[in-house]
């Protein structure tokens, strides 16, 4: 029986023509617990190449707040779903 394109070949096929794309299944609850925003400080996830002018109470917010959602979306993810995640 043939198979159809796996998830990975589904993600560059996506981005080709949406950048920045990413394709997440039920297989990601694995790395739950790397989500955790306690785990982290601002600055270890917001240093990069754009920068946001954020102070340290807005940055820590803005951490907090979007590693939950994406830890709560993985989370509630059922077998047959999967998340699209867009940057842009």
Do not use: Q
């Not at 043939?2 to 920045?20: F, K, M, Q």
């Not at 946001?52 to 951490?63: F, P, S, Y």
Request: proline residues 5%; negative net charge.
């Amino acid at each position: 029986m043939a198979r159809g394109p796996g998830l990975h070949e589904i993600s560059e096929a996506t981005n080709a023509d949406h950048d920045h794309t990413s394709l997440i299944t039920s297989d990601a609850k694995a790395f739950l617990r790397r989500l955790d925003p306690t785990a982290y400080e601002p600055a270890d996830l917001l240093d990069g190449p754009i920068e946001l002018a954020l102070d340290d109470e807005e940055a820590r917010h803005t951490m907090e707040e979007t590693l939950s959602l994406l830890r709560d979306s993985i989370a509630r993810l059922s077998d047959d779903e999967m998340l699209v995640l867009h940057i842009g």
